[in-house]
């Protein structure tokens, strides 16, 4: 909590001090829970949602095609890559383990293309091999600014 009020910039009094930081306003930055929520439409539109506002003047199949790159990247089952082809809206917290709406939530995290993630607990309910995964990404995304993108749409 203490992180996401200086965040926010409710902690920006004495900058110089050395327990202090401070993330310019211009800086897009993203909180990503350890509960995943979705909205009652497909399971691929629940993804899209994130990048839409991100990654301008993509077309939807462009964010599509990542989409599933990173599904594919992250690992994600057969049965959930079958459920993002599919046109069913369901409610998805009740249909997908924790382990697998971690997953997907991360995967919107990757989506949006912030310049700064702040993940509570990202492994939390995921196996070793997963884990490992998600690591990799996130490491990736540090490295590159981001999963998935063309190099011309790198936020530099």
Known sequence: ATLLRRLGGIHMRDLASSDK???PAHVRTLYVDNKA???R?????????????????????????????????IGLSDKIMEMLSSSEVRDWEAVLSRGECQLLNLVRAFLSNMEFLVLDRPLEHLNPEHSE???????EFVGQRGVEQELESYHL
């Open 21 to 23: 930081i401070f993330i």
């Open 37 to 39: 929520y979705f909205l």
């Open 41 to 73: 439409t497909t399971l691929l539109e629940n993804l899209k949602l994130a990048a839409l506002e991100a990654v301008k003047g993509e077309g939807s199949v462009q964010v599509e095609k990542r989409a599933l790159a990173i599904c594919t990247r």
């Open 133 to 139: 995964r998600v690591m990799a990404l996130l490491k």
